[in-house]
């Protein structure tokens, strides 16, 4: 069997999908539009993960915490009173 050499080097392709720098691709767009700058992102203040939906809120010490489960409720009660 004969075995084939190519002399031309490989072109270079950008990927398929790619913008140049200074443009912003629509899935991009889209993207950025889902937080507005008003939007505060409640995040849980045990684990800091962003809280989607309400927050299960915990009053410790007179001050509230938010948290996204019941078990970084307890984690972090566990962390304040050791």
Not at 37 to 42: C, L
Not at 53 to 68: A, Q
């Amino acid at each position: 069997m004969e075995s084939m050499v190519f002399d031309a080097e490989p072109e270079e392709h950008e990927p398929e999908g790619t913008v140049e720098d200074d443009m912003v691709s629509s899935e991009e767009e889209a993207f950025m539009q889902g937080y507005s700058k008003e939007e505060k992102i409640i995040t849980c203040d045990e684990c800091g993960v962003a809280i989607h939906g309400k927050p299960l809120v915990k009053v410790m010490d007179g001050e509230s915490y938010k948290f996204c489960s019941e078990e970084c409720a307890v984690e972090f009660a566990e962390g304040i009173n050791v």
